[in-house]
């Protein structure tokens, strides 16, 4: 199976490769112009050509790059982001990895608290088709009392049949919201911000076309040996194992996204201090040690934030990616180096004590995110439920991932089908689901415009210091995830999915339709 990878594996170099972030767009208000189209790139030092994005803000135009431009928003300031999408994708270039008759894009605000009806973050009828344009608003919620969790999100297409190819080729990047440094933890404004948009995939050689007929070959055998499992070439904003530098006890802000289609990353930095602060873009209840023996998993369209200190040595230090023993698809090496920077006696940090002392106490402001902790309280008694119109007939989940052979997924025994409705739920609602994955290799559950609870894995209570807030899940094989999801706000009306976030398998038919609908005097 290894034999079908023609992975371009980028060459090692002795010369030091300086981290560099993707451009910034800080959103004050007008219409970011986002163009999906085939570019001459580089990539890992390498010139290349892919479909990824370029873009306009204002006066400033960015290139196109396989790390496109973050755009940071502010809901206190600027209550909706507005961004037009151009397609002018060579669909050609992605080869049958693009399923015959897919050949539109669109854009989905992964994470982002929003409406799902257009023009705002609606994949489900919003399609982009060559040639065309959409004008996107995405308005956030005004609730009293709460604001949209802050912390890192991401963008990137969102086409049923074509989505593992267009993320393949190279087209996400990030979204922040707010400033989490300054509501959450003031010690620290100020210090380095570095966005690691990590990425499975390469630009050349059709690769996406590549890993499809590789992943076919595994999954009809998914009991393979490990080292048949793939290991792809993995990059940080295009960079082959890019180098930041950090002064003794300095702290700097690593925000980390596995942007990347299939591959799980799991995050250690061995010998060097490290506190996660959000996961999925939802700040933690406090600061979380990372624990470099065991690392912190990434499935795809994961995300993590923490505050990193400087060692007190010279070095040398990496970031790296550990073995996640049961995926089909991972990458396990260095992703980047960390360099203490070389004075004359290497004198620590000034601040560092204090925002060590800092950081030891609870965040300096309660926050207001939404949904709140008390959001995921047990249902009440005369609460309304859901209605599963596709059910599993598997008692040991509400919903339940299988797949065959030939490399075709399945939720609860069905293939998506765009216009079929799966699941109806009312506003408000605390639906608590299982699911469940029958099969041999991870799978991951994201279901768009809410964050969820975890409560158990397998027979495993997940507490508060885990992060149970995500709007992503790793699933281990033949294991269920108990999840509680509040349906509570009303821009939530509309139609959305849920589906694994391996995209290839979401692709090939691991996804469903959900809608949720407001209460009337009738009901």
Known sequence: MASLLLWVTPETSAQTVPFVNPPNIDYRGGVVELRAALANITWAGQPARSNVYSARYGSTSFAPSFAPPTIRTHPDAFRELRLRLTNNIDFAHLGSACLEGHEFTNLHYHGFEVSPVQPSDDVVNIKIHEGKSFDYVVPFPQITGKEHPEGMFWYHPHPHGCSFAQVSNGMSGALIVGDILRTRYPAFVGIKENILLLKDSQPDL?????MERALRSFFANPKAKAEDRFNPPATVNALHEPTITIRPGEFQFFRIGNVGSDAYFNIALPNVEAFII????????????????????????????????????????????????????RFVGTLMHLQVAATKALKEDAKSGARLAALQQAPATPAKYYPLPSDFAQAKAAELQCQILTPSNDPRGTFVFTQDANGNFFMNGLQYREDVLNVTCPIPSHPTWTIYNNTDINHTFHIHQIHFRVNKIGDHIVTDNEAPFRDNVDVPPHTGVELTLPFDETYLAGKFVLHCHILFHEDHGMMMNIELHLLTAQN
């Open 206 to 210: 059709t690769a996406a076309a590549t």
């Open 278 to 329: 959000a996961v999925d873009g939802f700040p933690t209840q406090g600061p979380i040690p990372l624990d470099s023996s065991k690392g912190w998993l990434l499935p795809p369209g994961s995300r993590v934030e923490m505050l990193v200190r400087g060692p007190q040595n010279p070095g040398p230090f990496v970031m790296t990616s550990l073995d996640a023993p049961e995926t089909a698809f």
